[in-house]
């Protein structure tokens, strides 16, 4: 089973600074196959990129996919104050198929 | 847009079954796609339990799979999920999604259920 490791833990930032959050697979994954969330407190995750780099539908531009293979990393390029909150990797493997999440990033202030 | 709204019991018994549906609203559960189930205990990570098409076809998480039975109800619009004999490791926030390319498309606000005595 691929495992997915994100880095850091925890990000400490201020608005207007460059978040990199990365995402670490135990072996290789389908570039179309790695999406991030977003999750605020007691909120549902919310879709930001999927297919490693593609935006979803109404995310900001300020958001950004990238990587192959093992390593792949979530972009913000200016954060803004309802950035803060817990970002989620995820591979789809389809022998079974299966969702895997990494265990989250949360970019505080 | 699509939206889905999760429903059941809060709490349940150990030994117990967990039941809960998924209501999907602005659009047809018919539609072609796959839906999810996934579960957040509190404080922790995301785990996807499991995924069912419009015509009834399933994958389950492995560590799962020998407790769980997802199902769709075409005339109610609406998927369901079935947890056999829970314990307290079950308790968790439980969300239904909408399956997109490979990813979790739209999400349910979520449930929390209670496994205790």
């Known amino acids: 089973d691929i495992v997915l490791t994100q880095s850091p833990g925890t990000l400490s930032l201020s608005p207007g600074e460059r978040a990199t959050l990365s995402c670490r697979a135990s072996q290789s994954v389908s570039s179309s196959y790695l999406a991030w969330y977003q999750q605020k407190p007691g909120q549902a995750p919310r879709l930001l990129i999927f297919d490693a780099s593609s935006r979803a539908t109404g995310i900001p531009d300020r958001f950004s996919g990238s990587g192959s293979g093992t390593d792949f990393t979530l972009t913000i390029s200016r954060l803004e104050p309802e950035d803060f909150a817990v970002y989620y990797c995820?591979?789809?493997?389809?022998?079974?198929?299966?969702?895997?999440f990494g265990q989250g990033t949360k970019l505080e202030i | 847009q699509v939206q889905l709204q999760e429903s059941g019991p809060g709490l349940v018994k150990p030994s117990g079954t967990l039941s809960l549906n998924c209501a999907v609203s602005?659009?047809?559960?018919?539609?072609?796609?796959?839906w999810s189930w996934i579960r957040q205990p509190p404080g922790k990570g995301l785990e996807w339990i499991g995924e069912?098409?419009?015509?009834?076809?399933?994958s389950y998480n492995p560590s799962l799979k020998s407790r769980v039975t997802i199902s769709v109800d075409k005339s109610k619009n609406q998927l369901s999920l079935n947890l056999y004999s829970v314990t307290a490791a079950d308790t968790a926030v439980y969300y239904c999604?909408?399956?997109?390319?490979?990813?979790?498309?739209?999400w349910g606000q979520g449930t929390l259920v209670t496994v205790s005595s």
């Open positions: 995820q591979q789809y493997g389809s022998s079974p198929p299966m969702y895997t």
């Open positions: 069912i098409s419009h015509s009834g076809s399933t």
């Open positions: 999604a909408r399956n997109g390319r490979v990813c979790l498309e739209y």
């Open positions: 602005g659009g047809s559960i018919s539609s072609g796609n796959w």
